[in-house]
């Protein structure tokens, strides 16, 4: 099983040629796919933010739910929290600041512990122990 951040959901749709192909290497591994419940919101965000009129939002929200579905969905618990705040607390001592949807992503991932697809190696590799897979 994997973790696949929200870039990568985003690159599969859009058709990225390293999305494609890790997305068949994964179906042909039969090894999983999972996201964070962070990205759900994360994409389903920029969904209702990029689409405004109602009948093309609901079309594009039928369409990212469809996608969605391709994934299990890791929720955020209590231990997620836990740990993001430890990660959070030492980037932010070592001046090494990222977003905070990312230091719960990454929780995600370390807490599970799963690798985490992504192309931004620059964020993700700030947070000790997080196991990066690049596409």
């Not at 985003?10 to 179906?27: M, P, Q, T, W, Y």
């Not at 836990?82 to 090494?96: D, M, Q, Y």
């Not at 230091?103 to 990066?132: C, D, Q, S, W």
Request: glycine fraction near 8%.
């Amino acid at each position: 099983m994997r973790l696949f951040d929200t870039a990568y959901i985003i690159d599969l749709v859009n058709s990225d040629e390293g999305a494609v192909e890790l997305a068949r290497k994964v179906d042909e591994e039969g090894s999983g796919a999972a996201v964070s419940a962070v990205s759900v919101h994360e994409y389903l965000f920029g969904v209702r933010h990029r689409y405004r009129s109602e009948a093309e939002l609901k079309e594009k929200l039928a369409s990212a739910l469809d996608e969605l579905g391709r994934f299990e969905t890791v929720a955020f618990t209590k231990e997620v929290a836990e740990t993001s705040s430890k990660i959070g607390a030492e980037l932010v001592r070592a001046g090494r600041v990222v977003g905070v949807n990312d230091v719960y992503i990454g929780a995600t991932a370390l807490v599970h512990k799963l690798p985490l697809v992504t192309r931004n190696r620059a964020h993700f590799a700030r947070m000790r122990g997080v196991e990066i897979e690049t596409y």
